[in-house]
């Protein structure tokens, strides 16, 4: 159980289009999902809390128009990367909440050209 | 906010031997302390989670230990195996909301 999956695993875009990630829980339902980003041997930073029904949550220095979070359903929670530019090239990371926990899909790898 | 630092930021140790990671927090509300692996281009994968009203937990070869007063856990890995080489996460939060976390420890495993 707890099974969080991403899709695209990876994905290449040219500088200026905008790319949209898809979070997903498998087995269970999630009121509340988050985004993270992660560097190249780095440590995962939190981008945002994504509540279904309603705005998400950005931390402190994450453009929210730029880092676009929609939670339309239990199950379901997307970022889309808006205009986005080679400093937004990383490997961007989704979680959500179940049995006390937090679970953690595997990953997305965005090169942006 | 809360601040988890964890030490050392790499390991290597014969196969057999005995790993241990340490991180230390500075939020005394925290109360959920999750570890977790992170192979290479995979997302953290949960391995074991304690929390404040527990001092130790153990699963298998996994230990995890709970300094509430001194507001620092450790994780022990017992007997390793080259499958244990990976990047091991600490974190804290209060319940699971919001994890702070370490900056990894990279753990290689002599066969």
């Known amino acids: 159980g707890a099974v969080v999956s991403q899709h695209p695993s990876w994905v290449i875009c040219k500088s200026g289009t905008s790319v949209k990630i898809e979070c997903r829980s498998l087995?269970?339902?999630?009121?509340?999902m988050f985004w993270y980003r992660q560097f190249p041997k780095q440590s995962l930073m939190l981008m945002a809390t994504?509540?279904?029904?309603?705005?998400?949550?950005?931390e402190q220095g994450v453009e929210k128009d730029k880092f676009l979070i929609n939670h339309a359903s239990l199950t379901l929670s997307t970022l889309t990367v808006t205009s986005a530019h080679p400093e937004d090239s990383s490997f961007y990371i989704c979680?959500?909440?179940?049995?006390?926990?937090?679970?953690f899909g595997p990953g997305t790898r965005l090169t942006v050209l | 906010g809360e601040n988890v630092e964890q030490h050392p930021s790499t390991l290597s140790v014969q196969e057999g031997d005995s790993a241990v990671i340490k991180c230390t927090y500075s939020?005394?509300?925290?109360?959920?302390f999750p570890w977790y692996k992170q192979e290479l281009g995979k997302g953290p994968q949960l391995i074991i989670d304690?929390?404040?009203?527990?001092g130790e937990k153990k699963d298998q070869r996994i230990a995890v230990t709970l300094n509430k007063t001194a507001k620092h856990f450790s994780l022990h890995i017992t007997e390793t195996q080259p499958e244990d080489s990976a990047v091991y996460f600490c974190?804290?939060?209060?319940?699971?909301?919001?994890?702070?976390f370490g900056a990894g420890t990279t753990v290689t495993v002599r066969a």
């Open positions: 979680s959500a909440e179940a049995l006390g926990g937090q679970f």
């Open positions: 087995d269970f339902q999630a009121t509340t």
């Open positions: 994504s509540n279904e029904g309603s705005k998400a949550t950005y």
């Open positions: 939020d005394s509300a925290s109360n959920y």
């Open positions: 304690i929390r404040s009203n527990v």
């Open positions: 974190a804290a939060s209060i319940e699971w909301y919001k994890l702070s």
